[in-house]
């Protein structure tokens, strides 16, 4: 069916014409909404198990903190898959870019935010680096970033033997240990204090909102989701094409980096394991959030909700006391049982949709 | 003579275009048979018919029975087809490199004992289907060890190996040498002579005389010659069908281009990297030069040339009176203000999953944005104003590209370089899978922003197109320009030095 001489009459039958992604949906199948419904259920569900689960300094500041965190992986992966990429060293690129904050806390002794925007350097720079290599060889996004994290898996190890002699900083920088413990309820001005929520989490929420932003209305964000949407086409029509990859790349490396320093806030150390567990979860807060592996389009809100599903899921396990190893079964099967319902849903709402017009 | 295959008035409509009005097809035993025709004058179409991918939307095709009776049939599935005898080499490749001959030669109908394959059975099949083609090779043999000429005459083991009596070729020298294709013509003579019948789809004349005996033209979707011995036409004569003498031309108002005014784009002795050599062309603001030529003359490479995607290694381009060095479209148009209509609209012009108003504005969010951020009201306006300039039909601006019919889409792919404001515009076979009336409609679109003051270049291999819309036209060939006419605007003095050009590189200078 592909054909490189001109095609005679459309080449796609007409059936398959109108894309269903580009029907008008009926309201219930936004898969966002369906994503706050199962979080406002589990939420219900884990409360009535135990109580527990609605302490709001044992258990609720510290889920918004790893939303947080989690929100912000979702969005590294987000950024390429943007453009029909993977990026499968968003972990890898967390943990170097950390080190270097570490290192910058621990030799210079600089300011937290000039540490921070170090990693955000270093992360920047080894994403677009990947996005050059993918550009540039025209290899697979999936195997170039593949063999960047299992390079970057051994430098990193190398490094903080290098540095520490261990596998940790021990520094703490000045305002960590308030990115750590400290809720906006910890602030008063007189008698009015703010709520309890976590200091790292309106980090997360800018993070989301320059994400959004960029790619619903920037000229850079809607020029790499065309270039997602058709690369030859987007080449043809006057875009940079090669740029936009490595733009996308060093996004989601930016973010990657982002990502490490909430978790070592969270956790209140530099280490080498920080991005161990950001792969997986990172793929499944933009896919549960409704965007394609495909590319073209992308879903701030849905990333940000898919996120919330799994941490909420994790911390209600959690509180019911399973098991490490029960507890990756569980989610594993929750998050297969998640995106099953998601894709019926998808199907019903694309027959319903044929059906009417 | 025994007809084994009778197409009767196909119709076959997509969204905005009727690929197949009333085509008919006919095959007798052991003939030859060539399927000729433009682009878009439907053969793919009516081969996808045949072969069970598309079902016609009117017409029967029949086939004979058991009692060699012809019976009305409905081919369900590409299965169908084989199962009906009718064998297909498409035009790419369909072999899996790492089976071996035997097993793609079988792959359909792999013989099975007690549950697995039967590798005795498998290479006597497979060798009894080489034998049909007198073809001395190893069955056992991968696949990817083969030359391009032997993947393709397995192809036709493939499509023999289902006791096959009608056999499809789609352009099935393309990518063979000369030596090879004669031999591949040898094969196809010598199952002509065992009864089978043979349809021939190719674009190089040379060969379908060679090889032929009888000839069915389609043009727009209508059998303008059918099933005629091509011995009594002559090579002009089948060209002529081909491109439609009997159109009826369109009279568009006249427009004046003066004479002494500086050309916009000027080629001088360009050679590319893509093969072209000795290419000069010079477009003025207002004007219309036609770059005419059969398909793979090497006119949209030169296009794409021109904007960077190949390098000009020697001569120059001028935009403008100025020696110009285009790196990418990106430098073209911000730099030059060079468009490019492409040619294949869903593969390279447009972004089918993204709306409307983004495929038309994505040339201009450079000039739209603020900051780096581009306004929605700002972008929808220009969509409205677009929209309404060129009669796009739109429920809304958020509307997907993918869902508008072909006319509408061509009409958004245009969109977006008027948008940007290009002074040059070349525009790549405008009206391919168009249906006649939106055709006309752009055809008075085009001159119109000629009339305006653009300089065009329009590449079309749609002679009656070129003599509407075009004020000179010139003819390329073998990546070559062999000859530049004024047009008079006469179709049949046109078309006659025009195919004089394609036929030997020379002709009378009009």
């Known amino acids: 069916m592909k054909t490189e001489t001109a095609p005679e009459a459309p080449a796609v039958p007409p059936a398959a014409e109108p894309r269903p992604s580009a029907r008008a949906l009926p309201v219930w199948a936004n898969p966002r909404l369906g994503l706050l419904i199962v979080i406002a259920v589990l939420v219900v569900l884990f409360s009535s198990l135990t109580p527990a689960f609605l302490d709001p300094r044992l258990t609720l500041a510290p889920l918004q903190a790893d939303i947080s965190v989690y929100v912000v992986v979702g969005l590294a992966q987000l950024a390429v898959l943007s453009l029909g990429h993977m990026n499968m060293a968003v972990g890898r690129m967390a943990a170097l870019s950390t080190f270097a904050m570490g290192l910058a806390y621990d030799r210079l002794g600089v300011p937290l935010l000039v540490g921070l925007l170090v990693g955000l350097a270093v992360g920047a720079g080894i994403g677009a680096l990947a996005g050059l290599l993918i550009a540039k060889t025209g290899v697979n996004s999936f195997v170039v970033t593949l063999a960047l994290d299992f390079g970057l898996l051994g430098l990193v190890t190398i490094l903080y033997t290098w540095a520490t002699g261990g596998v940790s900083f021990a520094v703490q920088p000045s305002g960590l240990s308030a990115l750590r413990f400290d809720t906006f309820a910890d602030y008063c001005m007189g008698e009015v204090c703010g709520p309890r929520i976590p200091l790292v989490v309106p980090i997360a929420v800018a993070a989301a909102l320059g994400v959004g932003v960029l790619f619903r209305h920037a000229r850079l964000g809607r020029e790499i989701l065309m270039t997602g949407s058709n690369t030859v086409a987007a080449e043809l029509s006057g875009i940079p094409t090669h740029r936009r990859v490595v733009a996308a790349h060093a996004l989601s490396g930016l973010l990657a980096a982002l990502a490490g320093f909430l978790l070592a806030a969270n956790n209140g150390a530099f280490s080498a394991n920080i991005g161990e567990s950001f792969l997986l979860p990172s793929f499944l807060a933009p896919v549960l959030g409704g965007t394609l592996l495909a590319g073209g389009a992308v879903s701030v809100l849905g990333t940000a909700l898919g996120a919330t599903l799994t941490q909420v899921i994790y911390k209600g396990l959690n509180l019911l006391q399973f098991s490490l190893e029960e507890l990756k079964l569980y989610i594993g099967l929750v998050l297969l049982a998640a995106l099953s319902l998601d894709r019926l849903r998808a199907l019903l709402a694309e027959r319903r949709a044929v059906s009417s017009s | ?510």
């Open chain 2, 1 to 510: 003579m025994t007809v084994v295959l009778s197409a009767e008035k196909l119709v076959k409509t997509f969204p905005g275009v009727r690929a197949l009005d009333e085509a008919t097809l006919t095959l007798t035993a052991g003939s030859v048979h060539a399927l000729l025709g433009e682009n878009g004058a439907g053969k793919s179409t009516l081969i996808k018919i045949l072969t069970g991918v598309y079902r016609p939307d009117g017409g029967q095709l029949r086939l004979p029975g058991p009692d060699g009776e012809l019976r009305a049939v409905q081919l369900g599935n590409p299965q169908d087809a084989q199962r009906a005898g009718i064998g297909v080499v498409h035009q790419e490749r369909n072999l899996i490199p790492a089976f071996s001959v035997a097993e793609n030669i079988c792959l359909q109908h792999l013989p099975r004992r007690a549950g697995l394959l039967d590798r005795a059975a498998l290479r006597t099949e497979a060798r009894r289907c080489l034998d049909l083609l007198d073809l001395d090779l190893d069955p056992d043999l991968p696949v990817s060890r083969l030359s391009v000429a032997q993947l393709q005459l397995v192809e036709i083991a493939k499509a023999l190996s289902a006791d096959s009596t009608v056999l499809l070729l789609d352009e099935p020298t393309a990518s063979l040498t000369n030596d090879e294709a004669d031999r591949l013509y040898g094969i196809v003579r010598r199952l002509s002579e065992r009864g089978h019948a043979t349809v021939l789809v190719s674009h190089k004349l040379e060969e379908v005389f060679a090889v032929a005996d009888t000839v069915t033209v389609l043009r727009d979707g209508r059998s303008v010659a059918e099933a005629e011995p091509l011995a009594d036409h002559s090579r002009e004569e089948i060209v002529d069908l081909m491109v439609g003498r009997a159109y009826q031309q369109v009279h568009l108002a006249p427009r004046t281009v003066a004479a002494d005014v500086e050309p916009a784009l000027v080629l001088d002795a360009v050679a590319t990297t893509a093969g072209h050599h000795d290419v000069s062309l010079a477009v003025r603001p207002g004007e219309i030069v036609g770059l005419y030529g059969l398909v793979g003359a090497g006119r949209s490479e030169l296009a794409k040339a021109l904007l960077g995607l190949d390098r000009i290694s020697s001569g120059e381009v001028r935009v403008h009176g100025r020696p110009a060095r285009i790196r990418d479209v990106g430098d073209a148009l911000h730099r030059y203000r060079i468009g490019y209509v492409t040619e294949n609209r869903k593969e390279e012009g447009l972004f089918l999953d993204q709306t409307v108003a983004r495929n038309t504005a994505v040339t201009v969010w450079r000039r739209l944005a603020r900051l780096g951020l581009v306004r929605d009201r700002s972008e929808r306006l220009l969509v409205n104003e677009y929209a309404d300039r060129l009669g796009i039909r739109l429920a809304s601006p958020d509307q997907h590209a993918g869902q508008l019919s072909g006319g509408n889409q061509q009409k958004v792919s245009l969109a977006k370089w008027l948008a940007a404001d290009c002074d040059v515009l070349i525009i790549d076979e405008p009206t391919v899978g168009i249906d006649v009336r939106t055709k006309a409609a752009f055809h008075e679109l085009i001159a119109g922003l000629a009339a305006r003051g653009m300089a065009i270049l329009l590449i079309s291999s749609d002679l009656p197109e070129m003599v509407t819309l075009a004020d000179r036209i010139a003819v390329m060939r073998v990546f070559a320009i062999v000859g530049e006419l004024d047009n008079d605007h006469d179709y049949d003095r046109m078309s006659q030095s025009v195919i004089r050009f394609i036929h030997d590189g020379q002709g009378v200078v009009a």
